[in-house]
């Protein structure tokens, strides 16, 4: 059973390592995009002097696109704080752009494409390997969905077999630097440590994914967990398929998928952000929120917030002509399902209860890369020359058949795992088994 265990283990680390430590390493990054943001574009983000009178946000919008012609603003964000800017999203020449405005000015003091903010340049490399596309999205959910297999069955290997030792357990042996046993209780002692946190913190990131995280959202509507039938106050479940993240910026994840209903168009004055603004203070939501604009004429205004606070998440649809709410979900309304969810992405992010949580995923995150870094050295030091190292096959055919259906457990919780667990199967049984060289690398 170990050598079966340890086999698995062996080859999801070699195969897997590499995207764990680009995972973890942007995602360390991106746990301080505040600060980090903050300092780089500093300029931006804060006004120059704090003014008496504030513009409104129709009059700013309306100043930004006199002054650059062909600008559509989509969304405004709002803060409470006198000391910063207005956020805008547009588009300009078929870019989509982050402006900032001065409250108080109304002139901007900052533009970027959204694509190429230091925030989207390592959440991309965290997504999508930088890469992009849906290819790359799979690759990083395999890779993360591994690392749980990784951390179980590390965690049966690490397990003491015969005496406790202190040592070598639950402490590392240092004594010997350069050393096989140095490296593996640098590779396994962290990795106990840090096992539950691991698991949480991929856990927590798998409602993103593609896969995993498509099912963990249909499970949860199916069960009224993301928000129950009354958070609609206009009754009837909309026939629209178009869902709230497709029309508006900063929507909570529960929220993602909402249907947006229609506004009742006939004749009536188009409401502007100024009165969306008051609407969404008389509703007491909760600042930053975000309003974004209505799209054709039975559009709706939305206010979101996908707060720092998890329980001051909201998601409002309002009439873009009459004003009124169509739309209220807030996070005491999500189904239990949906709130821990939302609680476990504001965790994943380093957001839930500020700075310690910053510190607690940074540890987390340096830990997995220096399991990995540390793995490779512990395999250099066993691989003998011309083959791969790879631990012997079990010695019996019913213990490797019985890992191997446990593995499909995994699998079949993790569908793309359970795909490249039958990949792996097919082609050590079609390819290497059936050419020598391959067979005597791979010690098949």
């Not at 039975?298 to 979101?304: D, F, L, M, N, S």
Request: net charge positive; proline share 5%; aromatic share 12%.
């Amino acid at each position: 059973m170990y050598q079966a265990i340890w086999r698995w283990h062996f080859y999801a680390g070699i195969i897997f390592a590499p995207f764990l430590i680009i995972l973890a390493f942007s995602g360390s990054v991106y746990l301080f995009k505040p600060q980090i943001e903050g300092y780089l574009y500093k300029d931006m983000f804060n006004v120059q002097e704090i003014g008496s009178t504030t513009m409104t946000a129709d009059d700013i919008i309306a100043k930004t696109e006199r002054a650059y012609p062909g600008t559509a603003i989509t969304s405004v964000e709002f803060t409470n704080d006198p000391a910063k800017t207005i956020k805008l999203t547009g588009s300009l020449d078929g870019i989509t752009r982050l402006m900032y405005a001065d409250p108080y000015t109304g002139k901007l003091s900052g533009m970027m494409d959204s694509d190429k903010t230091f925030s989207a340049f390592f959440k991309k490399m965290h997504s999508e390997l930088v890469i992009g596309g849906t290819w790359a999205n799979r690759l990083v959910e395999l890779a993360a969905c591994w690392a749980i297999i990784l951390v179980v069955t590390g965690l049966y290997l690490w397990w003491p077999r015969n005496r406790f030792q202190l040592w070598g357990t639950i402490l590392p042996r240092l004594r010997k630097p350069g050393s096989r046993q140095f490296w593996r209780d640098l590779h396994a002692v962290p990795a106990f440590w840090l096992s539950l946190l691991i698991v949480i913190l991929i856990a927590t990131g798998l409602p993103w994914s593609g896969v995993v995280g498509s099912q963990i959202n249909r499970l949860a509507n199916s069960t009224n967990s993301n928000y129950p039938p009354y958070a609609l106050s206009f009754a009837a479940k909309p026939e629209s398929v178009t869902v709230a993240k497709d029309i508006a910026q900063d929507i909570p994840w529960a929220s993602e998928n909402l249907p947006v209903p229609a506004s009742v168009a006939g004749g009536y004055i188009k409401l502007e952000v100024e009165d969306i603004k008051q609407i969404a203070d008389k509703q007491a939501i909760a600042a930053p929120y975000t309003i974004s604009m209505p799209r054709g004429e039975q559009g709706v205004y939305t206010i979101a917030t996908s707060h720092s606070r998890p329980g001051n998440n909201a998601t409002l649809h309002v009439d873009q002509y009459s004003g009124a709410v169509l739309t209220d979900v807030r996070f005491a309304q999500y189904g239990l399902m949906a709130k821990g969810i939302t609680m476990g992405i504001a965790l994943h992010e380093g957001r839930l209860f500020g700075v310690p949580n910053q510190i607690l995923g940074l540890i987390t995150a340096l830990g997995v890369i220096l399991m990995a870094l540390s793995s490779y050295f512990m395999w250099r030091k066993r691989k003998p020359d011309g083959k791969l190292g790879a631990p012997a096959k079990a010695k019996t055919k019913g213990t490797a058949i019985g890992v191997l259906l446990i593995m499909l457990v995994f699998g079949a919780l993790m569908p793309l795992v359970g795909l490249s667990i039958i990949s792996i199967v097919l082609l050590d049984w079609l390819v290497i088994r059936r050419i020598k060289p391959l067979k005597a690398w791979f010690a098949v």
